[in-house]
């Protein structure tokens, strides 16, 4: 065993620091004890191409390092960090096995080493803004609140925008006891990033500032979604699993990143190894319909829903398929049996609600509406249709609520605007129509909604001064 | 029908990384010092001597059923009227016997009779309390007020009131009452919503679940195991019974709002967290986000824990709430809450603000400590009697460890922190205040006084092992005082909040007996008081908004204190 591990706190232990100029003895291959059969042959080989790559280079501290990174990729820790310790035995400056190492150091629970490996790799590698702010995040987590902000301040020194460092510096403040300093860091990324993290954050500090009902519009739109920052060489990490939930998981990130072609290939190379999973096939359908292949994706899920006719989500696949091609009634009864099935799923409430929208249903609707936000749907767009269908049904405050939840989210929303607009010209309430689209043009000039809304209301105003009464 | 489970993109379901790892050991500190001498054991185990022989019967046999994995309950309650603590402990079995009208479950749950001593009868068969469903937790009230307590068991199906007449015997009366909730209950409790004078109930459910709808869920490292609640998407909405006064209860959880929001519901607890004079009620949900039912004061109640700062951590993220306590570590009267989680995810502790809540687990030392484990049943007391709150947590995984330390890959150590005037828990060792130990699947754990010392013990249901009785021997404990806070009716005031002053510090308590993870607990308060021989007041804020004083009292003996009695 290498001389890695820390005492909490204590520093090295057993050993001096390792000398980063002196060249380290060869290491033997490791062996160690993989539990092969819980694996499918995909991560077998994976892992078998990455142990003899070391047995015929073991003195190759990159090999190593790679090594270490499947180990760590697929879900064996113990071994990850092992062989992350022979790989910085070779090699002890190497910054990439000193972060894989405090990775799941954190994961393991041993913080202090985690900061420690964290510190190595800022030595070596001073630049590589994660290091530093996860280290900031684990003193926070220490509740040592003054080391943490220094960490998030040289994280910016480092990376001046870093979103991380700036969260990380709100989140001192807000654990300091002062909200007010925390605002101007989640304000400002606010203006630039749309992140239900930030609404959480930002609504906290507005609740402890007594500025209850800006907290409340911020509240109720979040998501329990903790945040994701940018760290490539966690990615690498993550990029090295090979299971079929590591596959997943980087097909979604291919997607995110619109690079849908990568996207498909991964998906088809995983439907080879595993055809009657579901899941993939489902993610291979959205990937056909986002490259306009409309039949090969109802082909996809109608295979999908030979295999298991009970799988809500193929279900509500269909339904956005048929849907596109304006085949209601399929579009619906797919919509409708992905609810049957799970009566949980926001989602299909929500499309059914659409839907219904579609044919001038407005009560079921808003029935589809009312469960589909009870379970959380937070789509702007979504609840845009639900405010429009409230206002058809005269349900007028709860309709200038919803268009008053987006607005919270981003004052620039035309359709918002229009929206109050258009409920106050119901209610009669002309001045509070005028000035929502005065309000709104001001800040999304050109808005379609907005612009036709403005006529409507003036083409109003002017019909009720001709009749004599001032809005 | 068993269907695979297709995880899609959800972080944390059953991922390496997300998953249960070892706890860490503790390393002795590096310096030259001689090694100190091993710490005087808190506790001392007194299983074997009490003559309870219990298992929690998960009924496991391969097929991985969910309910397997989160029960079972416990209730310390004098169910005699001897003045002291006896314990019920309710039974799993088989789900599917259970759950099936034409078999029946070969478990029953359990009750004994506190004879002194450390000593116990098993009383079941003559106490008529022997409820046969799959059991979960179990919460006390007296909700006929005739001054004794009765019990509310949770199970997976229909769940059952069984009325105490006084004397250690139980009526089933769950037909009678409209209480037959069939939903998969886990921790309930009795309270009183709407200042009535008689005790309403909250049913906590998990998800909706049947056999039929039940997982195959494999992890890389170690196979086929139990599924994590968030793979069935499936979370349960919870119950509100209004008490009618006439032993009878109405479901209004639809008039009273409670079916606004729902999740995966494991831990409960009911006080008044604004001072408004109204019981709230928090819910602890397992991987969806954690529930303030604020009391609107007309019967209704509205989900406000997002606003108030207690629906999810700081990081914005949704832990697997377990175990619920509250108490006020502050001494600013407000009552303050610590719910826990899953292994990864560390506690979660809620300083009380007046209206909302601020995170600072960190800051108390929480956030590390507890991470390493997967916890449920949990309290705030003084276990030492050195005048500040300790916490207990009973731990064990819901998932295989890859390296067992034993024969049970989901068993994890217990653990016990010191509280200190800081407002910092230090944990205490050897892990848990004993000397070997406790090492199984922990579940519910029950605190109460069992031998009347003025030192809490506890209770801790195991899964299929037996259970562990803790005798506590805490070394160089302070004075105490227990106060049993009875209302016009002589029944246990649940709902009440004492505060106590002692010197310069005023020590406010909840009187609720269910709180912790599936559990009931001693209803009377219990004070550490430190080198203080008496208490000078105590003021007790009643249910219904009114206040009255006793005092002063004297250290290291129980005090009744009864609504009119006091000035």
């Known amino acids: 065993m290498a001389c890695l591990i820390m005492a909490p706190g204590m520093g090295w232990t057993g050993c001096d620091l390792p000398d980063q100029s002196t060249a380290q003895a060869p290491m033997p291959a490791p062996e160690p004890t993989v539990p092969w059969s819980s694996f499918n042959s995909r991560v077998q080989a994976v892992l078998q191409a990455g142990l003899g790559a070391v047995s015929a280079a073991p003195d190759d501290p990159t090999v190593r390092l790679r090594l270490a990174q499947l180990y760590h990729g697929n879900g064996l820790p113990r071994q990850a960090i092992e062989t992350y310790q022979q790989s910085l035995d070779m090699e002890p400056g190497n910054s990439r096995a000193w972060y894989g190492l405090a990775l799941l150091l954190t994961q393991e629970g041993r913080i202090d080493e985690a900061i420690d490996a964290h510190l190595q790799v800022s030595r070596n590698a001073p630049d590589y803004a994660p290091a530093i702010w996860h280290r900031g995040y684990l003193l926070l987590d220490l509740g040592r609140h003054a080391d943490a902000e220094l960490a998030f301040r040289a994280t910016m020194d480092v990376e001046p925008t870093s979103p991380a460092a700036r969260v990380g510096l709100a989140r001192t403040a807000l654990s300091d006891g002062r909200p007010g300093d925390a605002v101007p860091h989640l304000e400002s990324l606010r203006a630039v990033v749309s992140n239900s993290y930030l609404d959480f954050l930002l609504g906290q500090a507005y609740r402890r500032q007594g500025r209850i009902e800006e907290a409340a519009l911020l509240l109720a739109n979040v998501k329990g979604d903790p945040p994701q920052f940018e760290d490539p060489w966690h990615q690498v990490i993550l990029d090295a699993g090979a299971s079929t939930q590591s596959r997943i998981d980087r097909i979604d990130r291919l997607i995110d990143a619109g690079n849908l072609r990568d996207a498909m290939t991964e998906t088809r190379s995983a439907i080879e190894d595993e055809p009657e999973n579901l899941v993939l096939l489902n993610r291979l359908s959205h990937l056909q319909a986002a490259l306009g292949q409309q039949k090969a994706c109802i082909r996809t899920l109608k295979r999908a829903l030979r295999i298991d006719e009970a799988y809500a989500p193929t279900h509500l696949s269909l339904s956005y398929q048929y849907q596109a091609s304006d085949d209601r009634s399929r579009a619906r009864a797919h919509a409708q049996r992905a609810t049957e099935l799970n009566p949980n799923m926001a989602q299909a409430h929500m499309q059914l609600g659409i839907l219904r929208v579609q044919e001038q249903d407005l009560p079921q609707a808003i029935e589809s509406f009312d469960t589909a936000f009870a379970l959380g749907i937070q789509d702007t767009a979504a609840r845009h249709q639900y405010a429009h269908a409230l206002t058809r049904t005269g349900r007028f405050p709860d309709a200038l609520k919803q268009y008053q939840l987006v607005l919270a989210l981003n004052r620039n929303d035309g359709r918002s605007w229009a929206g109050l607009a258009d409920v106050y010209l119901l209610q009669n309430n002309l001045a509070a129509a005028r000035d929502a689209v005065q309000r709104g043009l001001a800040r999304a000039p050109d808005s379609h909604h907005l612009q036709t809304m403005a006529q409507v209301v003036q083409e109003r105003i002017q019909s009720e001064m001709n009749t004599g009464t001032q809005p | ?567």
């Open chain 2, 1 to 567: 029908m068993i269907r695979s489970a297709l995880i899609t993109g959800l972080a944390c379901l059953l991922l390496a990384g997300c998953g249960e790892s070892a706890p860490p050991q503790r390393t002795p500190p590096a310096t030259a010092a001689a090694p100190a001498p091993p710490a005087a054991p808190w506790f001392v185990d007194a299983t074997t001597e009490s003559n309870i022989n219990f298992n929690w019967t998960s009924g496991q046999f391969g097929d991985y059923l969910l309910p397997e994995i989160i029960g079972g309950g416990v209730a310390l309650l004098d169910v005699d009227g001897d003045n002291d603590l006896d314990i019920y402990l309710v039974q799993g079995g088989e789900i599917e016997s259970a759950l099936d009208s034409s078999r029946t479950n070969p478990a029953s749950n359990r009750l004994y009779r506190n004879d002194g001593d450390w000593h116990f009868q098993d009383i079941t068969e003559e106490s008529g309390a022997g409820n046969t469903g799959y059991g979960q937790g179990v919460a006390t009230g007296d909700y006929d007020n005739d001054g004794d307590l009765d019990l509310y068991v949770t199970n997976v199906g229909p769940n059952a009131l069984l009325r105490n007449d006084g004397n250690g015997r139980f009526t089933d009366v769950t037909t009678a009452s409209g209480t037959a909730h069939p939903g998969w209950g886990t921790s309930a409790a009795f309270l009183d919503t709407d200042r009535d004078g008689d005790l309403d109930l909250y049913i906590t459910n998990y998800i909706s679940w049947s056999p039929e709808t039940e997982l195959d869920c494999s992890l890389m490292t170690t196979g086929r195991d139990y599924c994590s609640p968030r793979n069935y998407d499936a979370p349960a909405r919870d119950v509100l019974y209004e008490n009618l006064g006439n032993g009878r209860f109405s479901d209004v959880t639809a008039k009273a709002g409670i079916d606004t929001s729902m999740g995966n519901g494991l831990g409960i607890a009911c006080v008044d967290f604004d001072d408004d004079g109204w019981t709230d009620i928090f819910i602890a949900n397992d991987g969806t986000r954690d529930l303030l039912w604020h009391n609107q004061r007309d019967g209704s109640f509205k989900d406000i824990g997002l606003l108030a700062g207690c629906a999810l951590d700081d990081e914005g993220r949704p832990k697997a709430g377990m175990g619920v306590t509250v108490s006020d570590i502050d001494d600013d009267g407000d009552m303050d809450l610590l719910v826990c989680n899953l292994t990864g995810e560390s506690d979660s502790l809620f300083r009380n603000e007046g209206t909302y809540f601020v995170d600072i687990t960190a800051s108390s030392d929480l956030r590390t400590t507890t991470k390493p484990f997967t916890r449920f049943g949990m309290a705030w007391l003084d276990f030492n009697n050195d005048g500040y709150l300790d916490l207990y947590e009973a731990n064990g995984r819901v998932l295989r460890s890859p390296v067992p330390e034993g024969v049970d890959p989901y068993a994890q150590q217990n653990m016990l922190m010191r509280g200190s005037s800081q407002g910092v828990f230090s944990e205490v060792l050897p892990r848990g205040g004993v000397v070997d130990p406790i090492s199984l699947t922990s579940r519910a754990a029950a605190f109460g006084d069992l031998d009347n010392d003025g030192a809490m013990d506890i209770i801790v249901v195991n899964r299929d092992a037996p259970i562990t009785l803790l005798r506590n021997i805490a070394p160089d404990a302070g004075h105490w005082i227990l106060l049993q806070v009875l209302d016009e009716h002589g029944r246990d005031a649940i709902g009440a909040v004492v505060s106590a002053r002692i010197g310069s510090r005023t020590l406010s308590r909840p009187l609720l007996t269910n709180y912790s993870y599936l559990a009931a607990n001693d209803p009377r308060i219990h004070l550490g008081l430190g080198a203080n021989k008496s208490v000078d007041t105590v003021t007790i804020r009643w249910v219904d908004g009114t206040a009255e004083t006793f005092g002063p009292l004297a250290a290291d003996r129980q005090h009744v204190l009864q609504r009119g009695s006091g000035h």
